[in-house]
């Protein structure tokens, strides 16, 4: 495999060139393996999407890469006093199995746990504090909200084992043609429903209290998506030769490819791409819009009373500070950042100390919010996200992930749920379509009842 960077305002041209007399309908009858594959994004799901393309054709294809920009897409570190601290992705569940195997096959180590408190705040106070004691944490669970704490256990957890299934279908080579098959064969008719109500009429309707979802559940859709519980239930709860035309370091070049991968969004102000000589036409740019997070890091003492809270600095140890749905706030978050590589016997230091705090909002921080946030500030670093859709119900029609006969868009799956895990998903699962229509092995493709066959069989 090999990578080649593109200039930052690289202008990428995918056209398709008929070679001879071979063309669409003589593709069941191909049989030799791809000489060459593309993959358009270095991201997540770009890498990964070589990294399976490798495991399906095998050593003898030639896999290229491109990147307009840096490797890694939403994933970055900024360096500030010395050590890396995250602004973009962080967090792998312990259920990401693709994440997981690919944090082993690197042989990274993971971080050691910071103990760590978390608090939301209305714009005016404190409206809850978690406390170091698990206990005391259920009971006040329990006597705010009743029992929606522990039905919202069992909800997700439900959610989760229907969301398992994926690998399964994926351990025996099984893809889907498009996003929405890729999830009724999960979860059937009722994740199409996560799709197109939003999070708060699904909770509603499986009984959660409208405090509880205002309380607890929109600050976690504002800190993970900058966005309300009005965005869609799923998303709160995942031959013929194609010519790349590319300016790279040496001016503009092009190359022939059996296979495309596109890996990076096509839609308005992420993507410089274009088709040329596709037939039917396709679109540069899918309907909707990607939400904006601007991540600001700044490394300075914070100013607690912003909080509405009466607590000295030096007593203040909440790490994580969620925030309501208040028009009234300029921020969705407020985290105190623990370094990418650690020190030995390091702790987290209370607000009395300088740190590095990691802000998230909708746009840049004025200098005068700024100053309301921290007392000093040493550093700020800020970096602007288009990290997810800006999603809305219903759904807008999920863009497809087959674009032509043997062009593929790994990043459709963005429009059902944005996250790490999800490109690596929708990386194998591009890569197994690759593979199959190449080779026309149909019967793995579309096939929804894998899991019941399994049971059965067991």
């Known amino acids: 495999m090999s990578l080649r960077t593109l200039s930052v305002k690289a202008f990428l041209f995918l056209g398709l060139c008929q070679v001879g007399r071979r063309g669409l309908a003589s593709a069941p009858e191909l049989t030799e393996q791809p000489k060459k594959i593309a993959v358009v994004g270095a991201g997540i799901g770009g890498t990964a999407a070589a990294y399976f393309l490798r495991q399906e054709f095998g050593p003898a294809v030639r896999i290229d ?56 705040f209305d714009g005016k106070e404190l409206t809850f504090e978690e ?13 705010r909200y009743g029992l929606n704490f522990l039905r919202m256990h069992l909800w997700v957890e439900s959610i989760l084992d229907k969301f398992m299934r994926i690998y399964q279908y994926q351990q025996f080579g099984h893809c889907f043609t498009s996003v929405e098959r890729l999830l009724h064969a999960m979860g059937g008719d009722s994740f199409l429903t996560l799709l197109n109500n939003t999070l708060e009429e ?22 993970n998506y900058g966005q309300s519980v009005r965005l869609p239930g799923f998303v709160g709860a995942v031959a013929t030769f194609y010519e790349v035309n590319y300016v790279g370091e040496s001016g503009p070049a092009h190359s022939l490819y059996d296979i495309v991968i596109v890996a990076t969004p096509l839609h308005q102000d992420l993507s410089d791409i274009s088709f040329s000589g ?10 909707g819009r990607y939400h904006q997070t601007v991540a600001t890091l700044v490394l300075g003492q914070l100013n607690v009373s912003y909080l509405g809270t009466e607590q000295k600095p030096s007593d203040f140890t909440f790490s994580d500070i969620l925030t309501t749905d208040s028009k009234a706030l300029a921020i969705n978050s407020l985290s105190s950042l623990d370094p990418a590589h650690m020190p030995p016997n390091y702790r987290q230091q209370p607000a009395s100390q300088t740190k590095v705090w990691k802000v998230f909002s909708h746009g840049p921080l004025s200098e005068l919010q ?23 119900t219903p759904q807008r029609r999920i863009p497809p992930f087959i674009l032509h006969d043997r062009l593929f868009y790994l990043s459709a799956i963005d429009w059902a749920a944005s996250a790490m895990e999800m490109s690596a998903i ?20 579309d096939q929804e009842d894998l899991h019941t066959r399994l049971r059965g069989e067991l």
Not at 98 to 108: A, R
Not at 278 to 287: A, G, L, R, V
Not at 426 to 445: C, E, I, M, P
Request: no cysteine.
């Open 65 to 120: 890469v491109y990147e307009a920009g840096t490797v890694g897409g939403r994933l970055a570190t900024e360096n500030i006093g010395g050590y890396e601290y995250e602004s973009g992705g962080s967090v792998i569940h312990p259920l990401n199995l693709h994440m997981k195997h690919f944090v082993d096959k690197l042989g990274l180590s993971q971080r050691a746990d910071v103990p760590s408190r978390m608090a939301i």
């Open 370 to 392: 700024l100053q309301e946030l921290f007392l000093s500030r040493e550093q700020v670093r800020e970096r602007r996200w288009l990290a997810y859709p800006n999603y809305r």
């Open 278 to 287: 596709i037939s039917p036409p396709i679109s540069s740019h899918f309907p």
């Open 131 to 143: 406390s170091e004691w698990f206990i005391v944490n259920v009971l006040r669970m329990l006597w």
């Open 202 to 223: 699904t909770m509603l309707a499986n009984g959660f209290s409208q405090a509880f979802i205002n309380d607890i559940v929109t600050p976690i859709t504002r800190v």
């Open 426 to 445: 929708a990386a194998r699962n591009t890569a197994l379509l690759a593979h199959h229509r190449w080779y026309s092995q149909t019967d793995k493709v």
